[in-house]
C-alpha cells in the first residue's frame, strides 16, 4: 500500500491515533518522542533521497514514515520499481533487505538493525541445502527446490524458485517437476501438499510466531464471540488452518477483512497487522492472538533515524549470489504472473 502523502504529525494526534493500540504501551510521552523522531527521518529522506519501505508486522509508528507498506511480496516488487530514490530503507528483517538489494542492486539498502533476523530464515543454510538437494536428486532426478522467501541470499541462489504465502500453490503446480523439495517452512510446505497433487518434500522450519499459536486459541475466541470470522496465515499448524474461514498471506487479508460483508474478524497472524487494520478499517472490529515477532519488533523509529543519518547498516551480497537469487526471484514472479 502506497503511504498517505507524509507529513510531520504533532504529538496530540499521534496520541490519538496509537493510544487505542495500549498493549505496548503508547503514552503522551512517547508520543512527543516519536513526533520529534518522525519530523526528523521525514527531513533527512528529503535531503538523503531516501525511500521507506515497510513490512505489514512493523510497529504502527512506523508506518508513520512509511512510503509503501506491504506484504514480502508486495515490497520485493516496489523495490524492483524505485528509480527516483537514492537509498531504500527497509524496515523490515534482514532476509528483507537483502530481497530489496537483489531486485535493485544499483541502490543502497540499509536496514536499521541488523539483528532483525527470522527464525524461518535461520533453519537453512546453503550447505545443508546443497547435501539434502544431492541426496534427494538420487531418489527423484526431477526434483525442483521451491523456496519460500524467508530465507537467505544465498538459499534463493540454490532454489529454482521462489514463492511467496500469496503464491507458493500457483508456483508449486507451473513449475516443471512433479517432485518439489519446499523449505524452509513445514506449516506451509503442508498447505501447500493440500492444494497440489505433486510430491512435496518439505524443510524443518517453521516461524516460531505462527508455530506457537493453538486451536485451542482460536476456538476459545470463536465460541465467545458469534459470528467472528477467523482468518489465518498460512505459517499456522495445519490443526489451526482447519478452523479458519480464509486462509490468506497479509495483504490478502487487509483486502478481505475491507471487502468482506462481516464486521468482527479474529487475525492469526503476528500482532502488527492487526495495528494495521485497527487504523485503516475503523468502523470494523479486530480481534488478535496477542503473537509479536521479536525480530520485526527490532526495527525501532529512532533506529530508523540512526540508520538515515549514519548511512547504517548497509547491506552487501556477493555478486553471484545476487544473480542466483533474482533468477529465483524472478522464475517466482514469471510463474506466478
Ligand atoms: S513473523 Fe516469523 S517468518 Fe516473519 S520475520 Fe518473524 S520469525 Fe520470521
Not at 11 to 30: F, H, I, T, W
Not at 74 to 97: S, W, Y
Not at 199 to 221: K, L
Request: proline fraction near 4%; aromatic fraction near 6%.
Amino acid at each position: 500500500m502506497n503511504a498517505p502523502a507524509l507529513s510531520p504529525v504533532s504529538p496530540e494526534a499521534l496520541y490519538q491515533k496509537l493510544s487505542p493500540l495500549d498493549e505496548v504501551g503508547y503514552g503522551m510521552e512517547a508520543c512527543e518522542r516519536y513526533s520529534r523522531e518522525i519530523a526528523e527521518i521525514l527531513r533527512l529522506k528529503d535531503e538523503r533521497k531516501a525511500i521507506i519501505l515497510a513490512h505489514n508486522y512493523q510497529r504502527p509508528e512506523i508506518f508513520e514514515v512509511a512510503d509503501f507498506i506491504g506484504d514480502s511480496l508486495e515490497l520485493a516488487r516496489k523495490a524492483k520499481e524505485v528509480r527516483d530514490a537514492e537509498i531504500i530503507v527497509f524496515c523490515g528483517v534482514h532476509f528483507m533487505a537483502e530481497t530489496a538489494k537483489v531486485m535493485n542492486p544499483g541502490r543502497m539498502v540499509l536496514i536499521p538493525d541488523l539483528r532483525a533476523g527470522c527464525s524461518l530464515a535461520d533453519a537453512v543454510t546453503a550447505e545443508a541445502l546443497a547435501d539434502r538437494k544431492a541426496e534427494l536428486k538420487e531418489i527423484y532426478p526431477d526434483l525442483k527446490v521451491v523456496s519460500y522467501v524467508n530465507c537467505t541470499a544465498d538459499v534463493k541462489a540454490l532454489s529454482d524458485a521462489c514463492c511467496t504465502s500469496a503464491n507458493a500453490v500457483k508456483v508449486v503446480n507451473a513449475i516443471d517437476s512433479e517432485n518439489i523439495l519446499f523449505l524452509p517452512d513445514q506449516n506451509l510446505a503442508n498447505y501447500v501438499q493440500g492444494q497440489t497433487s505433486k510430491r512435496i518434500i518439505s524443510w524443518d522450519g517453521n516461524c516460531y510466531v505462527h508455530h506457537q499459536i493453538t486451536p485451542a486459541e482460536v476456538n476459545r475466541v470463536k465460541s465467545s464471540i458469534p459470528g467472528i470470522k477467523v482468518i489465518a496465515h498460512p505459517e499456522c499448524r495445519k490443526d489451526v488452518l482447519t478452523l479458519a474461514d480464509a486462509v490468506l498471506s497479509t495483504s490478502a487479508m487487509v483486502r478481505y477483512a475491507r471487502e468482506s460483508e462481516a464486521d468482527k474478524f479474529l487475525i492469526v497472524t503476528e500482532c502488527g497487522l492487526s495495528d494495521r487494520l485497527l487504523m485503516e478499517v475503523p468502523e470494523k472490529h479486530f480481534y488478535k492472538t496477542c503473537k509479536l515477532c521479536r525480530f520485526m519488533k527490532m526495527i525501532t523509529l529512532s533506529g530508523t533515524l540512526d540508520s538515515l543519518r549514519n548511512l547504517r547498516y548497509e547491506i552487501e551480497l556477493p555478486e553471484d549470489v545476487r544473480d542466483g537469487a533474482r533468477r529465483a526471484l524472478d522464475r517466482m514472479l514469471e510463474l506466478s504472473a
